[in-house]
């Protein structure tokens, strides 16, 4: 329904839905892609790429329908990628969703080998906390053992271990284009990076996918690598097909001090990304607080909104990072911006759970402003039931007893929601307990439409009128009874009656807090 425009004023995006969907153990839908916007259809060579840049959004989506063993040409699979490329996160969640630690690439490096001999203890922890096989040898005969012994006996040395800068897995259109002053950046390799530029190499060519050496040595955080390019003059804020520029590659990265060089060097701090984001949102999502206070003293706007309208501190609240928020504050960002639909910075935190955040956010906002549908922070906060953030939300002044454009107020939302807990600290906070929404439903109701016994049992307790009647000359016990009678009828009308939004217009089902329907009038009234 999101995605054919049905729901467009929804709360929830669509790859939302799919989460709850999967939450709930049924099966993904399939994801619907819009030519028009240039998608292309998903493959494992996508996948791979994606792995390899660190695109961990992307990852996720392209693994709804690609295999997640997919291997390159020399035999690599997304994890190995991950591992090489040095994107933990991007690792984490492959090996969270079962990719296979004991595959070999055709050198027969399995995922812990690469870990061993990329001396990365947070690699190492996480392909052993899975029971990687530790004893696989690869073809030369060597384990991660002797790679990590090798590794540790090199540092006690002194002395450096390098990799060679021949790597075989430079092959194939997943790497197309792709240079030796390139896979010289990437590794890091400056003494062969110089000896590139010194034979005329073009500084500032690009691979199929667009990006040029000094993207490749900032986004693995080579520093000395991103120095000598930069001391070569290769322009700096170069796009790749993407709309990514080395900056941004960086901060996605969490390669801070690549990034502080290129920003020392010119990179502009204003640039946008892929998708209209601003870099400082990109350095808020993956990166820390000193990489955004660097950003905002070389000029970046803290208000600069992404093609959804949504603000780097919206961002952030919606992450919970509150030493960002208190960054942006500081810097100027506005607590009062709002995006397409609406909504502020402390709505994003509430509808996210985010207590560090509501706590930073909520002493200098308008704690009861609320979206085109009438949600305010509060509102949102009981829909989706996030218990820690609803009592701080009350103490810092949320209203409970405003209401949704639908009539619907926090009671009647937490009665549809069955949040049960939450109905005497809303009672306390003065909520309407027999207020009524646009059908004239009142929480009891709810209560009894969404089968929420609790809910009920602390409503009555506070006095709810079990008397009221709502547009269909229905009370609460009427409503109560009619689905006691007909909870044995076939198989559709049953789901229908269990369903919290109750039997009525699909239109409201997309709606934050949902207008609770007409149940049918009974023959019998």
Request: charged share 20%.
């Given at each position: 329904m999101l995605e054919s425009g049905e729901c467009t004023k929804s709360s929830r995006n669509a790859d939302e839905w799919r989460a709850a969907a999967r939450a709930a153990g049924f099966a993904p839908p399939a994801v619907l892609t819009d030519q028009s916007d240039g998608a292309a259809a998903a493959t494992a060579e996508n996948l791979l790429r994606a792995t390899r840049a660190g695109d961990l959004a992307l990852v996720r989506r392209l693994l709804e329908s690609q295999p997640i063993d997919a291997a390159d040409e020399y035999g690599r699979t997304p994890v190995m990628l991950a591992i090489e490329a040095g994107h933990l996160d991007v690792a984490r969640e492959l090996v969270g969703r079962g990719a296979s630690l004991a595959k070999a690439d055709r050198s027969g490096d399995t995922p812990l080998l690469l870990a061993a001999r990329s001396g990365k203890k947070e690699f190492l922890s996480l392909l052993l906390d899975r029971e990687a096989p530790v004893n696989a040898a690869n073809g030369s005969g060597t384990t991660p053992l002797m790679l990590a012994a090798r590794a540790d006996l090199a540092r006690r040395l002194g002395v450096e271990v390098r990799r060679s800068t021949a790597d075989p897995s430079r092959t194939g259109t997943l790497h197309a284009g792709q240079t030796k002053l390139m896979i010289a950046a990437e590794n890091g390799d400056v003494a062969a990076l110089r000896q590139r530029l010194a034979a005329g190499d073009n500084r500032n060519a690009t691979d199929a996918q667009g990006m040029t050496a000094l993207?490749?040595?900032?986004?693995?955080?080579?520093?000395?690598?991103?120095?000598?390019?930069?001391?070569?003059?290769?322009?700096?804020?170069?796009?790749?097909?993407?709309?990514?520029?080395?900056?941004?590659?960086?901060?996605?990265?969490?390669?801070?001090?690549a990034a502080r060089r290129l920003v020392r060097n010119g990179a502009d701090a204003h640039t946008r990304q892929a998708d209209g984001k601003p870099v400082l949102m990109v350095?808020?999502?993956?990166?820390?607080?000193?990489?955004?206070?660097?950003?905002?003293?070389?000029?970046?706007?803290?208000?600069?909104?992404?093609?959804?309208?949504?603000?780097?501190?919206?961002?952030?609240?919606?992450?919970n990072k509150a030493d960002a928020i208190k960054v942006l504050l500081a810097a100027g960002?506005?607590?009062d911006g709002t995006d397409k639909h609406g909504r502020t910075p402390l709505w994003h935190a509430a509808s996210q759970g985010a207590s560090l955040a509501v706590a930073a956010l909520a002493p200098g906002s308008a704690v009861n402003a609320a979206d085109e549908e009438g949600n305010t922070p509060l509102i949102v906060a009981v829909t989706r039931g996030h218990r820690t953030v609803v009592e701080p939300l009350l103490k810092a002044g949320a209203d409970a007893r405003v209401k949704t454009r639908n009539g619907n107020s926090v009671l009647h939302v937490a009665a549809a929601s069955r949040e049960a807990a939450l109905i005497p600290l809303l009672i306390a906070a003065r909520a309407p307990i027999d207020g009524v929404n646009t059908h004239g439903d009142?929480?009891?109701?709810?209560?009894?439409?969404?089968?929420?016994?609790?809910c009920a049992k602390n409503l009555l307790s506070a006095h709810?009128?079990?008397?009221?009647?709502?547009?269909?000359?229905?009370?609460?016990?009427?409503?109560?009874?009619?689905?006691?009678?007909?909870?044995?009828?076939?198989?559709?009308?049953?789901?229908?009656?269990?369903?919290?939004?109750?039997?009525?217009?699909?239109?409201?089902?997309?709606?934050?807090?949902?207008?609770?329907?007409r149940a049918p009038r009974s023959k019998t009234r």
């Amino acid at each position: 329904m999101l995605e054919s425009g049905e729901c467009t004023k929804s709360s929830r995006n669509a790859d939302e839905w799919r989460a709850a969907a999967r939450a709930a153990g049924f099966a993904p839908p399939a994801v619907l892609t819009d030519q028009s916007d240039g998608a292309a259809a998903a493959t494992a060579e996508n996948l791979l790429r994606a792995t390899r840049a660190g695109d961990l959004a992307l990852v996720r989506r392209l693994l709804e329908s690609q295999p997640i063993d997919a291997a390159d040409e020399y035999g690599r699979t997304p994890v190995m990628l991950a591992i090489e490329a040095g994107h933990l996160d991007v690792a984490r969640e492959l090996v969270g969703r079962g990719a296979s630690l004991a595959k070999a690439d055709r050198s027969g490096d399995t995922p812990l080998l690469l870990a061993a001999r990329s001396g990365k203890k947070e690699f190492l922890s996480l392909l052993l906390d899975r029971e990687a096989p530790v004893n696989a040898a690869n073809g030369s005969g060597t384990t991660p053992l002797m790679l990590a012994a090798r590794a540790d006996l090199a540092r006690r040395l002194g002395v450096e271990v390098r990799r060679s800068t021949a790597d075989p897995s430079r092959t194939g259109t997943l790497h197309a284009g792709q240079t030796k002053l390139m896979i010289a950046a990437e590794n890091g390799d400056v003494a062969a990076l110089r000896q590139r530029l010194a034979a005329g190499d073009n500084r500032n060519a690009t691979d199929a996918q667009g990006m040029t050496a000094l993207a490749f040595a900032a986004r693995a955080g080579k520093v000395p690598a991103v120095e000598a390019l930069l001391a070569a003059g290769v322009t700096v804020d170069v796009r790749d097909s993407a709309g990514w520029t080395a900056l941004g590659l960086a901060l996605r990265s969490g390669q801070v001090d690549a990034a502080r060089r290129l920003v020392r060097n010119g990179a502009d701090a204003h640039t946008r990304q892929a998708d209209g984001k601003p870099v400082l949102m990109v350095a808020i999502e993956s990166a820390s607080a000193d990489a955004i206070g660097m950003l905002v003293d070389a000029g970046a706007d803290p208000d600069m909104k992404d093609n959804s309208g949504v603000t780097p501190l919206m961002t952030a609240a919606a992450a919970n990072k509150a030493d960002a928020i208190k960054v942006l504050l500081a810097a100027g960002a506005r607590p009062d911006g709002t995006d397409k639909h609406g909504r502020t910075p402390l709505w994003h935190a509430a509808s996210q759970g985010a207590s560090l955040a509501v706590a930073a956010l909520a002493p200098g906002s308008a704690v009861n402003a609320a979206d085109e549908e009438g949600n305010t922070p509060l509102i949102v906060a009981v829909t989706r039931g996030h218990r820690t953030v609803v009592e701080p939300l009350l103490k810092a002044g949320a209203d409970a007893r405003v209401k949704t454009r639908n009539g619907n107020s926090v009671l009647h939302v937490a009665a549809a929601s069955r949040e049960a807990a939450l109905i005497p600290l809303l009672i306390a906070a003065r909520a309407p307990i027999d207020g009524v929404n646009t059908h004239g439903d009142t929480a009891l109701m709810l209560s009894v439409k969404s089968r929420c016994l609790p809910c009920a049992k602390n409503l009555l307790s506070a006095h709810a009128s079990a008397r009221v009647r709502n547009a269909d000359g229905l009370t609460a016990l009427d409503i109560a009874r009619y689905r006691a009678t007909h909870q044995g009828r076939g198989a559709d009308q049953s789901a229908r009656l269990r369903s919290p939004a109750g039997v009525g217009g699909a239109a409201h089902h997309c709606r934050l807090s949902p207008v609770i329907n007409r149940a049918p009038r009974s023959k019998t009234r």
